[in-house]
């Protein structure tokens, strides 16, 4: 059973950074890309970058930059470095993986940027 735990949101200010991980289980995870996404208030969820299981990270448009995704396939997990954060950035953070054509999707974490 494929199971995705993001943690790692928060509230923070202009200008900072977060860093988010998700933990990933009941699949061979080294064989999968994985995703990040993200959804504002009122907003279509967007994806924000994707990683392969060798290691090749891409990034969309409106965070590269300043977005950073890495993957530790040791231990399951994959991470998003986020910096200096906008109100922009303001959404729930969500891991994602697609298998055998399903996709599946943590319950997200919540980044909030204030001022």
């Known amino acids: 059973q494929v199971q995705l735990v993001e943690s790692g949101g928060g509230l923070v200010q202009p200008g900072g950074s977060l860093r988010l991980s998700c933990e990933a289980s009941?699949?061979?995870?080294?064989?999968?890309?994985m995703n990040w996404y993200r959804q504002a208030p009122g907003k279509e969820r967007e994806l924000v970058a994707t990683?392969?299981?060798?290691?090749?990270?891409k990034y969309g448009d409106s965070v590269k930059g300043r977005f950073t995704i890495s993957r530790d396939n040791a231990k399951n997990t994959v991470n998003l470095q986020i910096n200096s954060l906008g109100s922009e950035d303001t959404a729930v953070y969500f891991c994602?993986?697609?298998?055998?054509?399903?996709?599946?999707w943590g319950q997200g974490t919540q980044v909030t940027v204030f001022s």
């Open positions: 994602n993986v697609v298998k055998r054509g399903r996709r599946y």
């Open positions: 009941g699949f061979v995870f080294s064989a999968y890309t």
């Open positions: 990683i392969t299981g060798g290691g090749t990270a």
